[in-house]
């Protein structure tokens, strides 16, 4: 390919709307555009990587005997009403009427077309395991869509849905799964992406686990311990906090506080460690009843374990008079009128403050069970950094930013079971099979890979994935015999099937370097009147550890040992 | 593959729901399954099918230096609005709103897109010309989706966008992508589809031509020449009558005709020829607006060519009295408020029969210009059996039917102009590129091979595009000579790069058999205790032209021999 004929304008300018440095260089490179919030065009640079990608994708889960089908994009509501998901899913779900007024929706996810499909097929214990996948266009409205290809409004996954008899049978393809996860990541380049326990969301099963790339400009929090292999989402991860139970029980006091509406405020005021308070943290539900949660003042909640215990989203609550709640005030006592919950970290503690519901008054020496009476407690908390991992018990956790690549879960009967899906097994009873779902973000995975391999001039693709294998520069083509000898380097790089991109424009070496190291591919061969001088081509990769004069002779064989090195 | 573990079922009775044998076969033999109205599933021999037809396009669009991109299947009301189709278009476009009210649509085509991807890089005469194409869902909410693949609501089209800075050069490319056309056809195994002029419909342009396989049950009218090389689409082909004006005029005169409210009643009452009666047919725009067409007795309307007329799309008519239309006599005279048009078939006529506009009369001795005044005539009849062909003017029109697989268009400057896309000539004047557009169905392709080969038994699928190269049959696997040897062939096949499907379920030959007809792979190979005693493996083909008894150590070369002569 000749880089005068690629379709997709080159620019210097970062745009101003870019946040983050992957969504910069691949809007600045030509290989995104915009059409829409959340909704973009891909160039033909970026579709020469995302095939790379898809094909790596397609080779794993073919190995793992797994069968490539499409499903649509557009689904009647009827589908997902079988499953509860039609009502159960928030506005992510695009929903709208055909013509003829039927409720249709666009596909986020593939869990009732993959029953859809092969409800009758997987009628006998015979025909399991099986696994189907496809690779297709999604489409989520995302409240916020942002960060270029992270965060989208549409975009391509793999989905991949396995069908078993046992939960043994499930874990041990899980297993086999998650394996054929670590080598895609480590065939595109990202050996370094981890597993981590994951938040099941909406998906119905218990276990899963995120492939998580730790990037500063991450917009999930991964907690790992530095004494053990433990890794999680936030969003899963326990919070552990140990109290010790003081030796006397003050008297319940109400005090006077005036302004003290934060945790903080209160403890000072009260002069009490911020350990000794209790919290309320108070959020709603769509039907705009209130959900108030109680804290360890020190303490932060995680709205995803919120989320699952009430079984439903919730959202930041707007308190209003109406509402008889006292904002910055709020205690469990004379509390009413809303969902009260309690936090593990208020297990064992007492002497507390907390709010008296009553402008500017609050209590001491507050005894949850003496006070307010038996409670039931849950982990609502976020992970904090250094505190106690719950696998080793040491108090070393840590705290990192990190890009989700893939998601791999585990559904159990959630689907099968509420879209009467059935077996005979081999004893003639019929059964739900349980199932198991891997997806992958096939944009998303390009766009962590610029991510983790850039420079200020453009992204550093891995060999595997780049859209050529060398840019071939003709600096000064105006010199004939430079221009001779590139055509023919270049007729005979591509010869040996070799994917060449080629600049032969009359522009100046800055201009032609500067577009190179947008495009990013891997090598470069420098073809100019001064080599020629030498009988040399230079030889440079885009990450700069490999710059070599190379005579005439051995270019050729040298880019090949240098790419299969490279794959 | 083994066939025990293909996903997909299949079974004998043809569906109930299927009008074309294509659409029964391929539910029956489990590759695709209906998830909505118009809406499919693929199982993975279809995606087999899909994925190779999909390569052989690709490879003949690079072949024309097309450059793969990917737009969005959604996109904002505004980019349609550019072009003024987001209001032009009717019901097939699916509008909906996002979660913040802005209107967005889904793409049923992508022209729009396609200028927004490339309007600020073909700024300059210097990159053109130049093509993008993509392959990829497109959604049409379709009024009747029907016959299996062929009408659907989404669907996978290959859609390709040429730009050009003359006429001649769109003209150039355009033969170009013809010929790129023949040999995908070719190549999927439909050298025999034709290509016939056609009409434009909402794509702006002048030129197209549609590549039609000629079968019964096609949905279209094709329009060919006995005598010469003439092919057009019926929405398309001029019709054309030659008139006689009569020597002597009658007098005009209303008569007497009672309850003749056909014109074949009025002729056959007044003992006329058909030839001598000029008919009304009538149409409504979506405003309510009536459309009087006049045409001669014996010729049918074109509503296509009428919609071009007009400018919209036209529906049949709904006459109520509030009209004033008196339905079943209307003609020229005195007709009010409505747009009435003329055929060319009326062009020369005299002494017609005609409705008076009032119940039970009719005019006689009608001539146009003398009774009504003058008249512009245009074509909209439908080419007829034996008519008159445009090209060598001799009476040999034949009618066939037919598919349509493919369609390519002049664009012209329709979507430049009107989305301000422009380059800057070699003087430093700005112009409108002109555009090409190349279209063509991926799943309707594969149902257009079934629909032209296959038997009772199933599809008979060409080799470049069959889901597997050799269907490998083990019958009584339970004796296990023959099943160690065809464990040993499935692997040696697969060694060597050969496609296999092995079936060795112990089912009877009867169910193994018509499991294979059904997957229709051209190539079969039976091994049983039979043929083992003979050293032998029976090779057979699909479609019943080969049957050799194959000796065990010629087996491989000689299926390698006949794929490659197949392929």
């Known amino acids: 390919m000749k880089l005068e004929k690629l379709v997709g304008e080159r620019f210097k300018e970062r745009p101003a709307d870019c946040s983050i440095d992957s969504h910069a260089l691949m809007v600045r490179g030509g290989y995104i555009k915009q059409v829409a919030n959340g909704i973009y065009s891909f160039t033909p640079t970026m579709k020469r990587i995302v095939r790379k990608i898809e094909n790596i994708i397609r080779e794993e889960m073919d190995a ?85 290809l992270f965060r989208l409004r549409e975009f391509t996954m793999k989905d991949a849905y396995s069908y078993h008899t046992s939960q043994e049978d499930l874990q041990t393809y899980y297993n086999k799964a998650h394996k054929a996860y670590e080598r895609i990541f480590a065939r595109v380049g990202l050996p370094q992406v981890m597993s981590v326990e994951a938040d099941s969301g909406m998906m119905g099963g218990k276990v899963s686990n995120e492939f998580m790339l730790l990037v500063p400009s991450g917009e999930d929090s991964i907690v790992t311990c530095e004494k053990c292999d433990y890794r999680a989402n936030i969003e899963s991860a326990a919070g552990i906090v140990v ?11 109400k005090t006077h506080t005036p302004g003290t509406k934060t945790i903080d405020d209160v403890c000072a005021y009260l002069k009490l460690p911020i350990e000794n308070s209790c919290k309320a943290v108070i959020y709603q539900k769509a039907s705009g009843e209130f959900i108030v949660l109680f804290i360890r003042g020190d303490q932060e909640a995680n709205e995803t374990k919120i989320g699952n215990l009430v079984g439903e989203e919730i959202f930041p609550a707007s308190i209003t008079e109406a509402s008889g709640l006292i904002a910055g005030f709020l205690g469990p006592i004379g509390l009413k009128n809303v969902q009260i919950l309690f936090d593990d970290s208020l297990k064992g503690t007492g002497n507390l403050c907390c709010g008296a519901n009553e402008t500017d008054y609050h209590f001491t020496g507050f005894n949850i069970e003496r006070d307010f009476g038996v409670v039931e407690y849950h982990d609502f908390s976020k992970a904090t950094k250094g505190g106690t991992c719950p696998n080793c018990n040491k108090p070393s956790i840590a705290i990192s930013r990190g890009i989700e690549v893939g998601h791999i879960f585990h559904l159990g009967e959630k689907y099968t079971r509420s879209m009467e899906m059935k077996y005979v097994d081999e004893t003639g009873k019929a059964n739900y099979p349980i199932m198991g779902c891997y997806g992958i973000g096939v944009g998303r995975t390009a766009a962590s890979v610029c991510e983790a391999y850039h420079d200020d001039y453009g992204p550093i693709w891995p060999m595997s994935i780049a859209p050529w294998q060398i840019h071939l520069c003709c600096v000064k083509s105006q010199d004939s015999e430079t221009k001779v000898y590139a055509d023919e380097l270049y007729q005979n790089l591509q010869a040996e099937g070799i994917e060449v991109i080629y600049d032969d424009r009359p522009v100046s070496p800055g201009v032609m370097f500067s577009d190179a190291d947008l495009l990013g591919v891997p090598l470069r061969i420098i073809v100019s009147p001064r080599n020629m001088k030498e009988g040399c081509c230079e030889v440079v990769s885009r990450d700069k550890a490999i710059k070599e004069m190379v005579k005439h002779d051995d270019v050729i064989a040298c880019v090949q040992r240098l790419i299969n090195e490279m794959l």
């Open 64 to 148: 793992i005997d797994g069968q490539e089908v499409v499903f649509p994009v557009v689904m009647p509501a009827t589908l997902w009403q079988e499953s509860g998901r039609y009502e159960g899913v928030g506005k992510e779900l695009m929903r709208f009427n055909d013509r003829n007024d039927v409720p249709l929706l666009l596909g986020m996810t593939h869990e009732e077309a993959a029953v859809h499909l092969v409800r009758e097929y997987g009628n006998s214990y015979a025909k399991y395991p099986f696994m189907i996948y496809q690779i297709q266009t999604k489409i989520r409205d995302e409240a916020r869509p942002r960060a270029g």
């Open 243 to 253: 109290n010790t139970m003081p030796e006397t029980l003050e008297v319940l006091t």
